[in-house]
């Protein structure tokens, strides 16, 4: 349990005297020194993590690599020590693909997790000092400040106009006012905590002292975290489905061992010589470059990810992201900006438009068709120069240089309250800055906001002498200390009709899911005021403005995106309803069949009553973390894939339960980073599109090259199974047979692991997760090619050893050069799911060159005489050449004849 909400109702010297702390003083380092020895360091618990030795030794746990070993030992133990290393060369290597892509991707993730190391500012000794936050111990007195974030659970002392962004822990996106009084009453919720301080939360605005009483996993975010290691890890479905595929091949090998050996036995051949066989057989049957190319395949795949500002940090879940049904994401920062921006006005009996989104400070008035230019507008003008005086926000320019050529960049940002920022960023819009009032105006003094006056106020003073009060706040608040309205650019009586027309404007930007305050002043005679009351009555109403976190633009043609591709995209945030619901609309998340609702309806709802709901839910508001892991627990009984976005500690229990999280890289905190797959290091929504396309692009390499391997071993196992049957010599010895799989499979293989995308990849829908690998005509694939590949090749081998009977080294040879080109023409097939000819076999030129340089290895075992002994070959003439390239050209040419008389079809993806 965490330990902050026990002190809530403490007074100053309560919580003193119980953490041992003199506030004057603070604790002294060795007392600090102690305390941190009984407590431990102020950090998350993590999952330990593997030493690189582990690591690498993790990589061959696979149950077919195991195989692979115990088929290495036998070999050993027969004598077949070439055999024995190339099948260690293979393990190896695969070990060492999987280990360095893992590794890399960890240490990714460490790299981003130091960028956003915290320090403290803490009182040790009398004197104030920066220390690492993981230093801090229950008792520290740490100071507070905008822009820093809280480094543990505290407990406010001194809190002067403290205001703290908790999105990350509560899902609210407006900052929370903040108090160092006590507060009375009995479970009072998180979002309610206003004389507390949470870990990892950041203060926009103000200044505080507090008192740490929380420190590592005793926090609010280590309730999360704790939560987090606890929820079930979800195996890929490409895990699934290769763990399926190792088993069939495994049973496969094992039952045409015995076949074979038996069968030879049988027919009175040596039992060795028949064993020795079988075990080729087996190295046939199991594909051993799989594990290493679809290593490779995930590995490119992650490359191509990082180029796309993607950090993968789990191989499969590129992969798994291409069958994920369901995008369920944060609000909040990912599908919005982040930054609070002023879309509409209300003043002078007309509403106004306001362009331009985020910090940038451009945009334009627009009333109707009429633009407006605010200089000449005195209404307009007078509230710009209202939204800029009466602020305490900073808008900032900053310039850095990006690029090849270093460019120069602009960029913007707002120090300082949300709110207030945007009003900075809408003044600047109108040409109104703080460089240019101040100009004409200085402060005298400032009454600021209060969560109980709901408003602000400032005294300025021009050249002249003039005073004016200037006042933002709540509209209905306002109002109600207001006389008079400005119009036309001057004061007139705020009749009750008018009042009306104003809270009937205010109302209609609300429903509008904008976040509104009204502005307004008054002349000032020039009396120094006592009380804010002294000067905030009498005031002269100017207009209203209408804010709201923007969605990011990007991410309305990638919700588009992922609709075409059959994925819903679902929004969770603890946000308010009317302002997700607004949000959605515009997104095109939420459409007229889809359903909203709340945390405190889905914990008024049964399990099975919410996941019936779900079906049909868009957008789910002010929602708890154990809210997210209901949601997405609902959506996986359905049968979906869920992905989960989010960047919060609150998104991070749900991360982990999804099928792939996706946290983001800059905003996203290291709980929600640790627990996912995914991290976006751009934090954009429109990269989740392009992770999806590249996770189906994977997925169809991988079955493409699970077709040409399995095709190609069918066609291997035929052949000496059925010369077995026929009671014929073996057509390929055993260093053939591993020389096909080693060479002739692998590199063609690879580079099917890099074939382009087809055209149709994003339109599709998402195919089911618990289909076989060998579905949607694979599996028929694999048999009729091997079948053809296995048949022309044995009637090669049966042409050429009937011609010369006692020349079986020649006919082998033929045998064994009818197989690979037989097979390095198949390669061209897989490249469609339909015939070679709907491909242009020339686009994916590293398949090209790997056919190339297949060919040439042929030719090299044939030719070279050092090496004709070792691969039992021999050269040969043009007839038999003939021969060679006829047979190993039918099986494809007659498949894709085929394939052309059938009906035109495209196999659906779901």
């Given at each position: 349990m965490?330990?902050?909400?026990?002190y809530?109702?403490?007074?100053?010297?309560?919580?003193?005297?119980?953490?041992?702390?003199?506030?004057?003083e603070?604790?002294?380092?060795?007392?600090?020194?102690?305390?941190?020895?009984?407590?431990?360091?102020?950090?998350?618990?993590?999952?330990?993590?593997l030493s690189?030795?582990?690591?690498?030794?993790?990589?061959?746990?696979?149950?077919?690599?195991?195989?692979?070993?115990?088929?290495?030992?036998?070999?050993?133990?027969?004598?077949?020590?070439?055999?024995?290393?190339?099948?260690?060369?293979?393990?190896?290597?695969?070990?060492?693909?999987?280990?360095?892509?893992?590794?890399?991707?960890?240490?990714?993730?460490?790299?981003?997790?130091?960028?956003?190391?915290?320090?403290?500012?803490?009182?040790?000794?009398?004197?104030?000092?920066?220390?690492?936050?993981?230093?801090?111990?229950?008792?520290?007195?740490?100071?507070?400040?905008?822009?820093?974030?809280?480094?543990?659970?505290?407990?406010?002392?001194?809190?002067?106009?403290?205001?703290?962004?908790?999105?990350?822990?509560?899902?609210?996106?407006?900052?929370?006012?903040?108090?160092?009084?006590?507060?009375?009453?009995?479970?009072?919720?998180?979002?309610?905590?206003?004389?507390?301080?949470?870990?990892?939360?950041?203060?926009?605005?103000?200044?505080?002292?507090?008192?740490?009483?929380?420190?590592?996993?005793?926090?609010?975010?280590?309730?999360?975290?704790?939560l987090?290691?606890?929820?079930?890890?979800?195996?890929?479905?490409?895990?699934?489905?290769?763990?399926?595929?190792?088993?069939?091949?495994i049973?496969?090998?094992?039952?045409?061992?015995?076949?074979?050996?038996?069968?030879?036995?049988?027919?009175?051949?040596?039992?060795?010589?028949?064993?020795?066989?079988?075990?080729?057989?087996?190295?046939?049957?199991?594909?051993?470059?799989?594990?290493?190319?679809?290593?490779?395949?995930?590995?490119?795949?992650?490359?191509?990810?990082?180029?796309?500002?993607?950090?993968?940090?789990?191989?499969?879940?590129?992969?798994?992201?291409?069958?994920?049904?369901?995008?369920?994401?944060?609000?909040?920062?990912?599908?919005?900006?982040?930054?609070?921006?002023?879309?509409?006005?209300?003043?002078?009996?007309?509403?106004?438009?306001?362009?331009?989104?985020?910090?940038?400070?451009?945009?334009?008035?627009?009333?109707?068709?009429?633009?407006?230019v605010?200089?000449?507008e005195?209404?307009?003008?007078?509230?710009?120069?209202?939204?800029?005086?009466?602020?305490?926000?900073e808008?900032?320019?900053?310039?850095?240089?990006?690029?090849?050529?270093?460019?120069?960049?602009?960029?913007?940002?707002?120090?300082?309250?949300?709110?207030?920022?945007?009003?900075?960023?809408?003044?600047?819009?109108g040409?109104?800055?703080?460089?240019?009032?101040?100009?004409?105006?200085?402060?005298?003094?400032?009454?600021?906001?209060?969560?109980?006056?709901?408003?602000?106020?400032?005294?300025?003073?021009?050249?002249?002498?003039?005073?004016?009060?200037?006042?933002?706040?709540?509209?209905?608040?306002?109002?109600?200390?207001?006389?008079?309205?400005?119009?036309?650019?001057?004061?007139?009586?705020?009749?009750?009709?008018?009042?009306?027309?104003?809270?009937?404007?205010?109302?209609?930007?609300?429903?509008?899911?904008?976040?509104?305050?009204?502005?307004?002043?008054?002349?000032?005679?020039?009396?120094?005021?006592?009380?804010?009351?002294?000067?905030?009555?009498?005031?002269?109403?100017?207009?209203?403005?209408?804010?709201?976190?923007?969605?990011?633009?990007?991410?309305?043609?990638?919700?588009?995106?992922?609709?075409?591709?059959?994925?819903?995209?679902?929004?969770?945030?603890?946000?308010?309803?009317t302002?997700?619901?607004?949000?959605?609309?515009?997104?095109?998340?939420?459409?007229?069949?889809?359903?909203?609702?709340?945390?405190n309806?889905?914990?008024?709802?049964?399990?099975?009553?919410?996941?019936?709901?779900?079906?049909?839910?868009?957008?789910?508001?002010?929602?708890?973390?154990?809210?997210?892991?209901?949601?997405?627990?609902?959506?996986?009984?359905?049968?979906?894939v869920?992905?989960?976005?989010?960047?919060?500690?609150?998104?991070?229990?749900a991360?982990?339960?999804?099928?792939?999280?996706?946290?983001?890289?800059?905003?996203?905190?290291?709980?929600?980073?640790?627990?996912?797959?995914?991290?976006?290091?751009?934090?954009?929504f429109?990269?989740?599109?392009?992770?999806?396309?590249?996770?189906?692009?994977?997925?169809?390499?991988?079955?493409?090259?699970?077709?040409?391997?399995?095709?190609?071993?069918?066609?291997?196992?035929?052949?000496?199974?059925?010369?077995?049957?026929?009671?014929?010599?073996?057509?390929?010895?055993?260093?053939?047979?591993?020389?096909?799989?080693?060479?002739?499979?692998?590199?063609?293989?690879?580079a099917?692991?890099?074939?382009?995308?087809?055209?149709?990849?994003?339109d599709?829908?998402?195919?089911?997760?618990?289909?076989?690998?060998?579905?949607?005509?694979?599996?028929?694939?694999?048999?009729?090619?091997?079948?053809?590949?296995?048949?022309?090749?044995?009637?090669?081998?049966?042409?050429?050893?009937?011609?010369?009977?006692?020349?079986?080294?020649?006919?082998?040879?033929?045998?064994?050069?009818?197989?690979?080109?037989?097979?390095?023409?198949y390669?061209?097939?897989?490249?469609?799911?339909?015939?070679?000819f709907?491909?242009?076999?020339?686009?994916?030129?590293?398949?090209v060159?790997?056919?190339?340089?297949?060919?040439?290895?042929?030719?090299?075992?044939?030719?070279?005489?050092?090496?004709?002994?070792?691969?039992?070959?021999?050269?040969?003439?043009?007839?038999?050449?003939?021969?060679?390239?006829?047979?190993?050209?039918?099986?494809?040419?007659?498949a894709?004849?085929?394939?052309?008389?059938?009906?035109?079809?495209?196999?659906a993806?779901?």
């Amino acid at each position: 349990m965490a330990e902050g909400s026990r002190y809530l109702d403490w007074g100053k010297e309560q919580l003193a005297d119980h953490f041992g702390v003199d506030p004057a003083e603070g604790l002294t380092e060795t007392a600090a020194k102690k305390r941190r020895n009984q407590v431990g360091p102020n950090r998350l618990t993590e999952g330990s993590s593997l030493s690189p030795a582990v690591l690498l030794l993790n990589q061959f746990k696979d149950f077919m690599v195991l195989v692979l070993l115990a088929a290495t030992l036998v070999s050993g133990l027969l004598g077949e020590y070439t055999d024995a290393i190339a099948i260690i060369a293979i393990v190896v290597l695969n070990a060492i693909l999987g280990f360095v892509q893992e590794f890399r991707a960890e240490k990714s993730l460490t790299a981003l997790k130091e960028l956003s190391a915290p320090m403290a500012r803490v009182r040790r000794g009398g004197e104030w000092k920066r220390i690492p936050a993981a230093d801090l111990v229950p008792g520290d007195l740490v100071s507070l400040e905008s822009g820093d974030r809280i480094p543990a659970d505290l407990r406010l002392i001194q809190a002067d106009n403290l205001y703290i962004e908790e999105s990350a822990l509560t899902g609210e996106s407006v900052p929370v006012s903040k108090t160092d009084q006590p507060i009375q009453g009995g479970k009072v919720p998180l979002g309610d905590r206003k004389n507390m301080g949470f870990l990892g939360t950041m203060i926009v605005r103000g200044t505080g002292t507090g008192l740490v009483v929380a420190t590592g996993m005793q926090t609010e975010m280590g309730k999360i975290a704790h939560l987090i290691q606890t929820t079930e890890t979800m195996q890929t479905p490409l895990q699934n489905r290769l763990e399926q595929l190792g088993k069939v091949l495994i049973i496969v090998a094992l039952f045409l061992t015995a076949v074979v050996v038996l069968t030879g036995i049988v027919h009175g051949h040596d039992a060795y010589k028949m064993f020795l066989a079988g075990v080729s057989l087996a190295v046939a049957a199991i594909p051993e470059g799989l594990p290493a190319i679809v290593t490779i395949a995930l590995a490119l795949g992650v490359q191509r990810m990082i180029r796309r500002r993607a950090i993968v940090r789990k191989l499969p879940s590129v992969e798994t992201l291409g069958c994920a049904s369901v995008i369920c994401s944060d609000k909040t920062g990912t599908l919005t900006q982040n930054k609070m921006t002023v879309t509409h006005l209300w003043l002078d009996g007309h509403q106004v438009e306001v362009s331009g989104s985020g910090f940038e400070p451009t945009g334009e008035f627009t009333s109707g068709k009429r633009k407006l230019v605010p200089k000449r507008e005195p209404v307009l003008n007078r509230l710009l120069e209202i939204a800029v005086l009466c602020n305490n926000a900073e808008l900032i320019r900053e310039n850095t240089r990006e690029g090849m050529l270093k460019r120069k960049q602009e960029s913007w940002r707002v120090d300082g309250d949300p709110t207030e920022g945007a009003l900075m960023v809408l003044g600047a819009k109108g040409k109104v800055t703080r460089e240019s009032v101040m100009k004409q105006w200085k402060r005298v003094k400032e009454f600021p906001f209060d969560s109980e006056r709901k408003m602000m106020s400032v005294l300025v003073e021009n050249r002249q002498g003039q005073q004016m009060v200037m006042a933002k706040g709540a509209p209905d608040v306002l109002l109600n200390r207001c006389t008079h309205i400005l119009q036309g650019g001057r004061p007139t009586p705020l009749t009750p009709s008018m009042r009306q027309k104003i809270l009937s404007n205010n109302n209609q930007l609300a429903a509008m899911a904008l976040r509104n305050l009204a502005l307004a002043y008054r002349e000032w005679s020039g009396v120094q005021p006592k009380q804010e009351a002294d000067m905030e009555k009498g005031l002269i109403f100017v207009g209203l403005a209408g804010m709201i976190d923007p969605p990011r633009e990007e991410v309305k043609d990638a919700i588009r995106k992922c609709r075409r591709a059959g994925i819903q995209t679902v929004m969770i945030t603890g946000d308010h309803q009317t302002t997700a619901v607004a949000i959605a609309k515009q997104l095109g998340i939420l459409t007229d069949d889809g359903d909203t609702i709340n945390g405190n309806e889905i914990s008024r709802m049964s399990d099975e009553e919410f996941e019936k709901r779900a079906k049909t839910i868009r957008v789910y508001a002010r929602v708890s973390p154990e809210h997210k892991l209901k949601i997405v627990k609902a959506l996986q009984k359905q049968g979906h894939v869920v992905a989960m976005t989010g960047d919060g500690v609150n998104d991070a229990p749900a991360i982990k339960a999804s099928d792939i999280g996706i946290a983001m890289g800059i905003t996203g905190t290291d709980v929600s980073k640790e627990a996912s797959s995914l991290v976006l290091s751009d934090d954009n929504f429109a990269t989740i599109v392009a992770a999806i396309e590249e996770g189906r692009s994977i997925y169809d390499n991988i079955r493409k090259f699970i077709s040409y391997l399995l095709a190609s071993n069918v066609g291997e196992i035929l052949v000496m199974f059925l010369a077995m049957l026929a009671g014929m010599p073996l057509p390929l010895v055993p260093i053939q047979i591993l020389w096909v799989n080693l060479v002739t499979d692998g590199l063609p293989a690879m580079a099917l692991g890099v074939d382009p995308a087809e055209e149709d990849t994003m339109d599709r829908p998402p195919r089911n997760s618990r289909e076989s690998v060998f579905a949607r005509g694979v599996g028929w694939k694999i048999i009729s090619r091997g079948l053809l590949i296995g048949l022309f090749t044995l009637a090669a081998f049966w042409v050429s050893y009937n011609e010369a009977p006692d020349d079986l080294v020649r006919a082998q040879t033929i045998a064994f050069s009818t197989l690979v080109l037989a097979q390095l023409i198949y390669v061209f097939d897989c490249r469609s799911q339909l015939s070679i000819f709907h491909r242009n076999p020339l686009s994916n030129l590293p398949l090209v060159l790997a056919v190339a340089s297949s060919a040439l290895l042929l030719l090299v075992v044939m030719y070279y005489p050092p090496l004709q002994p070792i691969f039992h070959t021999v050269s040969l003439g043009v007839r038999e050449w003939a021969l060679v390239i006829a047979a190993a050209s039918m099986p494809t040419l007659l498949a894709g004849v085929v394939d052309l008389l059938r009906p035109a079809r495209r196999p659906a993806h779901g």
